[in-house]
């Protein structure tokens, strides 16, 4: 950075520096959720047991064995990160 002392008289721009800023904070929070998404996604491991992908889906794992149940009973998409149809 550039002193407004050290130039003189020159007159310096300087608001590009709270644009720089806020551009820093914003990529920030991108890295962050990118991060979190590839340490606790379901789409990203693979040969996850039962209580992993139960973990994974967290309070939607009721509701989408239901919705396997109506939809694929006889669990034909078994492949990857499977849920069981609900009984």
Known sequence: MV???SQGARHINCT???AIA???ARLALIAA???LWFTTSVWVCHGESL???RQAFG???PRLQQLKGRYDPANLF???QNIPPSS
């Open 3 to 5: 002193s407004r002392k």
């Open 16 to 18: 590009a520096e709270p």
């Open 22 to 24: 806020v551009l820093g």
């Open 33 to 35: 959720g990118i991060a």
């Open 51 to 53: 209580a992993q992908v």
């Open 59 to 61: 309070g939607n794992f």
């Open 78 to 80: 078994h492949r990857n």
